[in-house]
Structures are given as C-alpha cells and as structure tokens.
C-alpha cells in the first residue's frame, strides 16, 4: 500500500478515507478507522488515538542561517540569565547550542499515538492496607505523594470520589522498551519524534518561532508566574489567591497539525526507542534552577536535545514522574 506523503497530499478526503479504511484491516485486533481530520487519518486502539504518518523524505533540525530575530522581551530574559549565570554566549548562539544541526531523513509511515502515556508506576488498590492508612493520617482532599525509601507512593482523587493508588517501580529505560516491544509496539526514533513535534515546519517552536517570556510554561499567566516567586520567597507559606488563574496562552498544550499532544511541559521526558536518550523537555531542570523564562521555554524548542538533560545513564531507573512516551505501531 503506497502511504507515501507526495501521494497522499494529493488525494481527495474520499480517496483518503478508502487508503485509511483498507489499511484498518491490515493493522493487529483492535485497530479501526475512526475518521479524518483535517488531513490525518484517526485510528483507534484500547480507549487510545493514533494518527497514520505518511513516509518520504523530511528536513529536521533548527537552521542557524534561517532568519530568526528574537522579541524584545526574549532578547531581555536571556540577557538576565547571562549575567546571572555568568554566560557570555548571545541569544542566537544559545538557542544553536541547544537545538540539533540541519539534516534530512527518510521516513516510512507508522501511526503514532496522539497523546503520551506515564511510566515508572504500577497500581495499588484504594483498599490496599497502607493506602486506607496513608488516606487516613493525610486526609488530603484530592491526594497526596509520598517518598518512603526511594519508592514513591502517590494517591490521587478524582471530582466524582474516585480513587486512584500508585507506587513506583524500578524500571530502566531498556526494560520499559521490551516490554513495551512484546506488545507489538515501540518508542518513536528521536528523529521520528522530531519530525512528529515540528511536522516538519522550520520553526523553532512546533506553534511558531516565539514564546511569552514573562512566565514559564507551567504557568498559566504571569500572574501566577509572580505568585510563583513570591511563594518562594516565602518559603511556601503564601496561600493562592481565591479563585486560583486563569490561563492566557495555551498555543504549546494544543494539538499540533498532525493531531499530536507532544512538547507541552518541559517536565516530561519522553521515552526514544534509542535506549538512554529522551526528547521533549529537561525534566523540568531550568523551571526548578529559575533560570528565566526564555531558558524555560527553550526545552520545548522543536528540535531541543542538550546532552546534559537528553542523555541518560542506562543502567539507571526512570524517573517515576518525569518519564512519558508513545507508542508507534510500524507498518509493512
């Protein structure tokens, strides 16, 4: 079945719901055609969406020569974080130092799962012994997590009551994989992830080429940016204000043009079929240091990889609560 992307962009929406259709019957149990949008053709597995991505040959990577002028406001932020830090790199020379180089790569389709999944945990029940007496000592409304040991335990409570227990377990990224292989499964390469981020666009962000630096992305305003510090300041004493914020900018926590939730919050590490390697954020390093809010913005860049926050030792566990992936489903 020819899936390449210089047919498929130019098949009409019938054409593609037939390619889409006769490919449904090919894939494992469990797989159907949902339906199109837009362009992309939706497929369902386990409660789960995965997009069909067309093969051919694709340019990645953030080019230096490409004109990029920063904001004002950018150019501020990471000034400020030079003289705090002590850097003498321009802005333009930071962003190259953490973006990888130009280069072209050959795809062929595989569909991808639309949004991540978290891994490290396993589940308890809510009425396992420990966790009715963790609920009872804490009494917390929506939940708590608790490090007890170098495991973690975390309870959450949903608006309707229900209860949700978790521990964490010690996985390498390597164990994580195989698993996730006997499924049938796999992770995205991390050029595959990158073409899935930016969809193949020259921006430095999958949205655009600029961010609002006057919070970060965890924030929902800058409101809640300066509340942020002050609680800091205040050595976590300063309650919230009443009615909480209200999010102004949400361009990175929506889907890009394939349909794809990816690159939306820089704590999440996303799990590459390359053992050791990760993409899609820091886990969260730069928001934790302050280190300003252009930094902070940078590890969503399309094309982010810094070795310091991308590499990972592999005979080392996951981190339980930074690690995330998706699973890709090859076609042949």
């Known amino acids: 079945m020819n899936l390449a992307l210089e047919r ?16 449904a019957l090919r894939l494992p149990n ?19 969406t995965f997009v069909l991505i067309q093969g051919g040959s694709f340019s990645l990577g953030f080019d230096a020569e490409r004109p990029w002028s920063p904001t004002p406001d950018e150019t501020e932020s990471w000034e400020e974080t030079a003289r705090e830090y002590g850097f003498s790199e321009s802005i333009h020379e930071r962003v190259c130092a953490v973006t990888l180089r130009p280069r072209t790569m050959e795809l062929a389709p595989f569909l991808v799962e639309t949004d991540i999944r978290e891994f490290g945990w396993e589940a308890i029940s ?66 595959e992830w990158e073409y899935l981020c930016g969809c193949g666009e020259p921006t430095l ?35 919230p204000p009443e009615g909480g914020f209200v999010r102004d900018w949400d361009l990175h926590i929506k889907p890009n043009s394939f349909g794809i939730l990816i690159a939306s919050n820089p704590y999440q590490y ?17 928001i934790c ?26 005979t080392k566990p996951i981190p339980a609560g930074y690690t995330f992936g998706r699973r890709v489903l090859d076609l042949r």
């Open 289 to 314: 240091g302050g280190m300003g809010f252009f930094v902070g913005w940078l590890a969503l860049a399309t094309a982010y990889f810094e070795e310091q926050f991308c590499k990972h030792d592999p």
């Open 8 to 23: 498929w962009k130019f098949l009409s929406n019938a054409e593609r719901e037939t390619t889409a259709r006769q490919l």
């Open 270 to 286: 996303e799990l590459m079929s390359e053992i050791g390697i990760t993409r899609g954020g820091d886990g969260g390093c730069t």
């Open 126 to 191: 809510a009425e396992d012994p420990e966790i009715v007496s963790l609920r009872k000592k804490y009494n917390f409304e929506r939940g708590f997590q608790l490090c007890r040991g170098g495991v973690t335990i975390r309870v959450r409570q949903d608006a309707d009551g229900l209860v949700a227990a978790e521990r964490s377990v010690s996985r390498t990224h390597a164990e994580v994989l195989a698993d996730l292989q006997q499924t049938g499964f796999r992770f995205p390469t991390p050029d």
């Open 205 to 239: 962000f999958r949205w655009g080429d600029h961010a609002p630096v006057d919070r970060y992305p965890t924030d929902l305003n800058t409101a809640e940016a300066e509340y942020r510090r002050r609680w800091a300041l205040s050595a976590g004493r300063l309650a």
């Open 30 to 48: 469990g797989f159907s055609f949902l339906a199109l949008n837009g362009q992309n053709a939706i497929f369902t597995f386990e409660f789960s």
